[in-house]
């Protein structure tokens, strides 16, 4: 798609190019027929480079080998009649008044056309060739050309040297920009994780859960937080030390995050011993079985460090709602926080949901 783009200025050039030269040297007025055919060719390749153009992104989208091919196509027919024309200005004599401006065309149009091509520099290679050797190949043939077409072949290999060098450039600085492009997303994931348990941060959770607050309100949807806190924490990190604790919220965060699959859905570490589940378009009964599965698959999962077992249950808060205009996001959080309180009073090792008389 980028030749598209750096040779789009190049599809207005040759519409009007021949016109350019042959109008003011009179030329038409000699040839007329054969004046119109070639301007008439021209603009029609012009317009369909246009349409080309213009159907670019769907027609790359069903194949992008058809979209080069008449990306080809168009080019090199483009470039085949302005080599045809500027052989004829050696060739044939009625193009005698033109041939300085037409050798000047082929010069700066063989560097504009390589330039632009560059990133797929056999391509542009074989355009440069389509411009320029029919033109040599004339001149060596004819003897008072021949000094001529040796300085061609002298330009023709300088400018294409230098596009194999833009060629190399190009790739070069396109890898970098991949290559940063792959550190930003890095930097991105890393600043959205949280770096001991690898799921999301509390952040990410605050701005997703933001955006997805705001989506329920729009749409009118109910949307449920879990809040899950590991029961008597503090007694497994004085019994089996904090490397085992650390162990604990790992393999916990694996367990909540491997529950909760659906992709609209986000598990995230709220911050400490606490993990937080925002569970969109869900009403009280789904939130509640989501606590009940995520209870289940702590309770199946083995919470071992160097050999020992160590026994882990949580209590959950469960809180939902459908979102109003001016109420505050942070009323849920409150809501599933009092519940998870709740929980804990009541025993720990349960989810409760919140209700209006608690």
């Known amino acids: 798609m980028d030749l598209l783009r750096r040779s789009l200025a190049g599809v207005i050039v040759y519409a009007f190019i021949l016109p350019v030269i042959f109008w003011p040297l009179h030329f038409v007025e000699a040839k007329h027929d054969l004046a119109y055919i070639l301007c008439g060719c021209m603009f029609l390749i012009s317009v369909l480079r246009l349409i080309h153009y213009y159907f670019s992104k769907p027609l790359y989208k069903f194949s992008a080998r058809l979209w080069f091919l008449l990306f080809a196509l168009f080019s090199l027919m483009h470039a085949g009649i302005l080599g045809f024309v500027f052989t004829l200005a050696i060739f044939d004599e009625r193009f005698t008044p033109i041939i300085h401006i037409s050798m000047l065309a082929t010069a700066g149009i063989s560097v504009s056309a390589l330039f632009a091509l560059s990133p797929r520099i056999r391509f542009a290679l074989l355009n440069l060739s389509f411009l320029m050797m029919p033109v040599m190949f004339t001149g060596f043939l004819t003897e008072e050309y021949i000094p001529l077409a040796s300085m061609m072949l002298v330009f023709l290999l300088y400018i294409s040297g230098i596009g194999i060098r833009s060629n190399r450039e190009y790739r070069r600085s396109f890898d970098i920009e991949i290559e940063l492009e792959a550190q930003r997303k890095e930097l991105e994931t890393l600043n959205q994780t949280d770096a001991l348990t690898s799921i999301y941060n509390r952040g990410y959770f605050n701005q997703h859960f933001e955006d997805q607050w705001q989506y ?4 009118e949807l109910e949307i449920a937080i879990l809040l899950i806190d590991v029961d008597h924490f503090k007694a497994i990190n004085d019994t089996h030390g904090h490397l085992a604790g650390d162990a604990c919220l790992v393999n916990l965060a694996y367990a909540i995050n491997k529950t909760v699959n659906r992709a609209i859905d986000v598990a995230a570490r709220y911050g400490g011993e606490e993990f937080v589940v925002l ?16 209870e ?31 109420q505050k996001s942070s009323t849920l959080i409150d809501q599933a926080d009092q519940a998870l309180y709740q929980a804990k009073a009541q025993g720990r090792n349960r989810s409760i949901v919140f209700t209006e008389d608690e």
Do not use: W, Y
Request: proline letters at 6%; one cysteine or more.
């Open 279 to 294: 569970l969109s378009g869900c009403n009280t009964e789904q939130a509640r079985s989501m606590a009940q599965k995520i």
């Open 216 to 219: 329920a309100m729009r749409h």
């Open 296 to 326: 289940q698959a702590i309770q199946d999962h083995k919470f071992v460090h160097e050999g020992t077992v160590i026994p882990v249950t949580v209590s959950i808060g469960i809180a939902t709602t459908m979102p109003k205009p001016k």
